[in-house]
């Protein structure tokens, strides 16, 4: 009898605070992006597929799906970090195979190129003009530095250099500072 | 209770939190006469030398310029020309160390002055008469920028349309050593007020606020002598204390109010100029002189004078020391602006620019280099001392974490950067320096977050049109094949070349295929090779390119020159390529050779026949290593490194795909005939009999080689 | 010649972290003579092995980290925990307890928790905690002051009572503990309480000779001593003065409503002030800048706490003193006290606002 009422009373309290919860997600229920969407927001959307993914978009469809965080070599260690808080998982190191790179950017010979469009044709963000026959050109400020046209091209005009520093980017490294040194 | 106008009027000073008290150290510049230098043998004028943009540049090398001739010219409202601050000659336009604590080259430009200090003509304004877009217009071609430190474009400051209360001269001069603003005033009040009149007439105030330290009583006592004429000119002394010339700081002594965050100080009715741009627009409007030179306090226990320099903009720092008897130490800190918030030079050939106020050389027992950083004890100095409340040493823990949230959240970007805390601080920890770093990174990620979105942006808008066109372009397809059925049926007849289309189309899908799902191990080869191929490349241009300067008789045109790189080039990675590439490809091989042999005739056509070459040899590169293993690549590789072994493989790969060709062509001999007669009457319908005797060829070598 | 890049600010204040802590200790001394004067020479030798014990164990720590020794050795902070500890314990307790405390203090509050700056809680009332809770006995033997003493100690009676328990005459440490007419003296703080609990009303404890007027004989001129070190150290602005004042003054107010209330159970405000550790805690302990709060509220919230701690705890507590718990308390709290007394940084509007 007392094994019976006990029961009765856990399971209509399981019951109840069963309801309660129930009624809590429904009524207090936060709107939120989509995890995916917050994951595509932190990527650095160069677009490289240096993940193995074709595409930031992919690969954050990738991460909701349980896939490592650690594969993007663009975003670099804040990156991890912010997918890592967001994620609810530890931060870990960049994937060992892939490492983090100088910000670089594409740059076409010019004299060299044959107007191919190849280029254009592979760039993911547009950042790449010129007209079939007739030479192309990076838009240095929109290029993503993915490295994506450097493959297509037939002449192996295009470098990837080095962004090089401005005073207003300077992030006040003040051992790199070549000092001169007077005798 | 008295309203605000009429406490500023009974001469209430108020006070801001923290602030500290170094040493001033000014007598040793301040009771001196201005001295004038002598002109320096070169000038060294970076274009830019405010916040903003640079000019467009007006003058090239060789050029002779008179003094106060604009060297670049406004072409935006960022913009602010520099001057020719004597006459001479312009020698270079090149990039040289940037009087900015990073020491990166600018674009600075040069000029050895003639001695001769030949005037442009020039055109005084009267200011009563003229209008507003005049003086403002006047301002800015005179290269005018705050001469406080900061260097923001004083046309701009000046041109607000927002109703403006009070106008703050700044003559606080709070750094210690510094008394270039000092000097200005004893020696040029007068014509600092005119120029305050002009900036009155710009900004309609309610009342001038004059802002002086009180330990500048001569200086003080000249103004007040010179505004008494003016009675809304208010002359007011703060007491000594780092940092009241802060802009914020200065406004909340004089006026109590504090600037919002995220505001700027009109936006509450506050206009705030430098004494020194006061005098400048003065001497800009009155005498049409643009700002050629500046007052710079030239101070420290190295120096045998120590005095305050009238120099031209542009004059190195190192000719400024020499005048004013510089004795180097072994490790000499060479100082740009004051102790506090100056930075150290690397090199001492950085010129003096609008900023420019003081050059500080100390000896090591006057300002001691800091020693070993110290744990932080909590002790709470730095917050103590803070003239924005700030809570430094929470910035420090979080800035050590680069947790940009807590450091937002603690209000990091507030920091005025004036080195209170780290003067305070026991352990010795250069806290200004954490937050620059702190602050740098943050704007980088800000500025990595905007591109980011706009990467994505038009990543998407690119998705976009990429799938409209292709839609575009199935729409009309599907058009077109209906109209070609339709005429099909109307004829009645099959066509013999659009089975063979189709053929060729299977075929090509079938490649596509291969390649389309390459290893990623693979491409990494493939970009490796590539790799090694650009800089055999680089090599040979070089080599191009030494061959002319050696033997210019024979190889005087650079052009014919690069025509013989390009064919070798494109000969070298033929042969490369042409070890790993099967049967198949041969025939491409063979048909570029005639190509790359007819070169030789026209420069153009011959890069693009090697650039076609090079497509085709590539192309074929590809394929084969697509479907290939490893070790063949291996080879390849090899096999690249020694040009002569791998002609030797490329001529036998050429004489099996010819025999492999020998034996497509004996079964149907008829209908390869037909076909080079089609050829003869239509290159178009040749092009696709070559296509199908290759494809036949390359069937014919799978089947053999299988 | 080569020029040397450094960060603006080029000039700072000449005072170091290892200065700041030297003043402190010497600070201290005015209290630390008249202990020692009415208390017996005890103490010096407790200061001396507490000394040696921190520098040793600080070493051996920073050996084992992998860090320079010299460099911290010279902070002077070790020397400061272990002054504010010998100060604190019975000036003959045996010598291993000033030892185990300094030890603990060093190795695990202080450089287990990542060395100098990055305590959460004060090393010298940490370890003074750990050897109350252990060691209850040993460190509630106070002798009776000088004037009371039954039995005067040589210098070298005190060496031997601290490493034996036996003065060289052969008193045994309780023996020494009785006055002339053989009672055994406890602390003024102690007495009252004791007698409180068998029923004493708080005017007929006072008449005992342990106290003094007011306060307790001898305790009142350490007390004052120390006020004076403390007076010194706010002169020299080493310490802010608002953690001191909020302790005294919270102390003072709790206590004088305490004894208005009920004037036979509870001590007056000037028994607390000047009885057991006030000043010291006040101007010495509770000042130590790593474990106390950081803003100006903060600060005189965190010593409202403590002197509201300490007067709870002496009046209703178990423990005759309470500065050390009251401490370590408040140092728990000291995270979210900086954290909701953050002040209103230039040019934002105050927070209550923000809401």
Redesign the interface.
């Known amino acids: 009898m007392t094994l019976l009422t006990a029961l009765i009373a856990l399971g209509s309290l399981a019951l109840i605070f069963g309801a309660v919860l129930g009624y809590a997600a429904i009524r207090f229920k936060v709107e939120s992006d989509p995890l995916v969407e917050q994951i595509d927001d932190i990527l650095p959307q160069t677009q490289c597929g240096q993940c193995g993914y074709p595409g930031c978009r992919p690969y954050a469809e990738a991460i909701a799906n349980g896939d490592d965080i650690n594969k993007c070599p663009p975003g670099g260690e804040a990156t991890i970090r912010k997918l890592a808080d967001l994620m609810g998982v530890d931060a870990k190191p960049l994937d060992a195979a892939q490492t983090e790179a100088v910000k670089r950017v594409a740059y076409i010979r010019e004299d060299e190129c044959i107007g191919c469009t190849k280029c254009i044709q592979a760039c993911p963000v547009d950042a790449i003009v010129g007209a079939s026959k007739l030479m192309h050109t990076v838009l240095v400020d929109e290029c993503t530095g993915c490295d994506l046209c450097v493959e297509p091209c037939p002449v192996d005009c295009i470098d990837m250099v080095p962004l090089s520093a401005t005073p207003e980017r300077w992030k ?1 490294d ?2 790199a ?1 070549p ?5 | 209770m008295p309203s605000l106008f009429q406490q500023i009027q009974a001469g209430v000073i108020w006070d ?2 923290g602030g ?1 008290h ?1 040493p001033p150290r000014k007598q040793q510049t301040s009771q001196k006469p201005v001295a004038v230098m002598p002109l320096p043998d070169r000038l060294y004028i970076p274009l830019r030398q405010h916040i903003g943009v640079a000019g467009q540049l007006l003058v090239k090398p060789g050029d002779q310029v008179l003094k106060g001739q604009p060297l670049t010219a406004a072409d935006n409202s960022m913009a602010v020309p520099v001057h020719a601050p004597t006459s001479g000659i312009v020698r270079a336009i090149m990039p040289h160390t940037s009087p900015h604590p990073s020491a990166l080259p600018e674009l600075t430009l040069l000029l050895e002055p003639d001695g001769l200090e030949q005037w442009r003509p020039r055109e005084p304004l009267n200011f009563a008469t003229s209008d507003k877009m005049t003086l403002l217009n006047r301002i800015q071609d005179s290269g005018i920028a705050g001469m406080g430190g900061a260097g923001f474009p004083t046309h701009l400051k000046s041109g607000v349309t927002q109703p403006v209360d009070y106008l703050i001269i700044n003559a606080v001069e709070c750094e ?1 050593y510094i008394s270039a603003d000092d000097l200005l005033m004893q020696e040029a009040a007068t014509t600092i007020v005119k120029g305050i009149d002009i900036l009155c007439r710009l900004l309609n105030p309610k009342a001038v606020l004059i802002g002086i330290e009180d330990d500048k009583p001569i200086a003080a006592a000249a103004m007040m002598a010179a505004c008494n004429q003016r009675e809304n000119y208010l002359v007011r002394t703060v007491p000594t204390k780092y940092p009241s010339g802060g802009e ?1 700081q200065l406004i ?1 002594l004089l006026t109590n109010k ?4 995220g ?1 700027r100080p009109v936006d509450i009715g506050i206009v705030m100029q430098n004494v020194g741009t006061a005098f400048a627009i003065a001497q800009a409007v009155l005498d049409d002189q643009p700002l050629l030179s500046r007052i710079v306090t030239v101070a420290g226990d190295t120096l045998s004078q120590p005095q305050n320099v009238l120099a031209l903009l542009g004059t190195p720092v190192s000719a400024l020391l020499d005048f004013c008897g510089f004795q ?8 740009m ?1 004051g ?10 050939s950085v010129p003096v620019v609008k900023t420019t106020n003081c050059i ?1 050389a ?1 000896s090591a027992q006057e ?4 020693t ?1 950083e ?7 100095s730095c ?2 001392a803070c ?5 430094p ?2 910035l420090l823990w979080y800035s050590k974490a680069k947790d940009t949230n807590k450091l937002a959240e ?2 990091l970007a ?1 920091c005025i ?1 004036c ?1 209170a805390c ?7 920890i ?1 806290l ?2 954490y937050y ?1 770093v702190a602050k740098a990174e943050i704007r980088e990620q800000q500025r990595e977050a905007l591109k980011a979105e706009q990467a994505k942006a038009r990543f998407e808008a690119r998705n976009a049109r990429l799938e409209r066109e292709k839609q575009q372009r199935a729409e009309r397809n599907q058009q077109l094949a209906a109209a070609r059925q339709q005429q099909q049926l109307a004829s009645g007849a099959s066509d013999a070349v659009a089975d063979a289309l189709a053929r060729i189309k299977a075929r090509q899908a079938q490649q596509t295929d291969g390649a389309a799902g390459p290893d990623k191990a693979v491409i990494q080869a493939e970009r490796e090779q590539k790799k090694q191929q650009a800089r055999e490349y680089q090599q040979q241009k070089a080599a191009a390119n030494t061959e002319p300067a050696a033997q210019p008789a024979s190889d005087a045109d650079s052009k014919a020159a690069a025509v013989a790189a390009a064919v070798a080039r494109a000969k070298a990675k033929k042969a490369a390529d042409s070890v790993k590439t099967d049967d198949a490809i041969s025939p491409a091989t063979a048909t570029d050779k005639p190509a790359a042999d007819s070169s030789t005739t026209d420069p153009r056509q011959a890069a693009i026949a090697a650039a076609i070459a090079r497509a085709k040899a590539k192309k074929a590169g590809a394929t084969e290593v697509a479907t290939s293993p490893a070790p063949e690549i291996s080879t390849a590789d090899t096999s690249t490194t020694d040009p002569r072994k791998a002609a030797v493989a490329a001529a036998l790969a050429r004489a099996k795909a010819k025999k492999a060709a020998g034996h497509a062509t004996s079964p149907e001999p008829a209908t390869d005939a037909a076909a080079a007669e089609q050829a003869i009457e239509d290159p178009r319908k040749a092009a696709i009999a070559a296509a199908i005797a290759r494809a036949k060829a390359k069937k014919q070598a799978d089947s053999e080689n299988s | ?13 000449s ?3 290892a ?2 802590m030297r003043i402190v200790t010497l600070a201290c001394l005015p209290g630390i003579a008249v202990q020692a004067v009415l208390f017996g020479y005890g103490v010096l030798i407790q200061l001396l092995l507490a000394i040696v014990t921190a520098w040793l164990s600080e070493a051996a720590v920073l050996k084992l980290r992998g860090k320079a020794v010299l ?1 911290s050795l010279k ?1 002077n ?1 070790a020397l400061l925990t272990a002054v504010l500890l010998a100060i604190s314990i019975p000036p003959y307790a045996p010598w291993w307890l000033v030892v185990i405390g300094t030890a603990f203090a060093i190795i695990i509050v202080k450089q287990l928790y990542g ?4 305590n959460l809680f004060n090393p010298a009332m940490a370890a003074y905690v750990l050897l109350l809770i252990s060691f209850p006995l040993q460190m509630t033997q106070w002798l009776p002051p000088l004037s009371l003493q039954s039995v005067s100690l040589t210098p070298l009676d005190a060496l031997c009572t601290v490493f034996s328990q036996y003065s060289c005459s052969g008193f045994s440490l309780s023996q020494l503990q009785s006055s002339i007419d053989g009672i055994t003296m406890a602390t003024p703080l102690d007495t009252l309480r004791t007698d409180l609990n068998r029923g004493l009303t708080l005017d007929e404890s006072l008449q005992k000779p342990v106290f003094y007027g007011f306060a307790g004989a001898g305790w009142l001129w350490v007390n004052l001593a120390y006020l004076a070190g403390g007076l010194l150290l706010l002169q020299q602005k080493i310490i ?1 003065w608002r953690i001191p004042l909020a302790i005294l003054s919270s102390l003072f107010v709790l206590s004088s409503i305490a004894s208005l209330a009920s004037s036979d159970t509870v001590a007056g405000p000037l028994f607390h002030l000047f009885s057991g550790g006030t000043m010291l805690a006040a101007f010495f302990i509770a000042t130590d ?2 474990s ?1 709060s ?2 100006n509220k903060g600060r005189l919230l965190y010593g409202g706490l403590i002197g509201l701690l300490v007067f709870l705890i002496r009046n209703f507590g178990g423990y005759p003193d309470a500065y050390a718990f009251a401490v370590l308390l408040a140092n728990m709290v000291v995270p979210l006290i ?1 954290y909701y007394t ?8 105050p927070r209550s606002e923000l809401k």
């Open positions: 006040w003040l051992t500072i000092v001169k040194v007077v005798e | 801001f939190h500290v170094p210690p914020k909340q504090e600037v919002p965050n505001r180097p130490e072994s490790s000499q800190r060479v100082i602006g102790p506090m918030m100056g930075f150290a030079l690397a090199d001492l500080l100390p300002l001691p280099a800091d070993k110290m744990p932080c004890i909590r002790c709470s917050a103590d003239p924005a409340s700030l809570l040493q929470q603690y209000n507030d950067e080195g780290a003067y305070v601080c026991p352990s010795e250069p200004v320096q620059r | 010649m080569s020029f040397k890049i450094a960060s603006s600010p080029h000039q700072r204040i005072r170091s972290t200065q700041i460099p902070d902070s060395g100098l700056g990055n802010s800048p790593v106390a950081t803003t900086d953050r002040p209103r940084t230039y040019g934002h509007r």
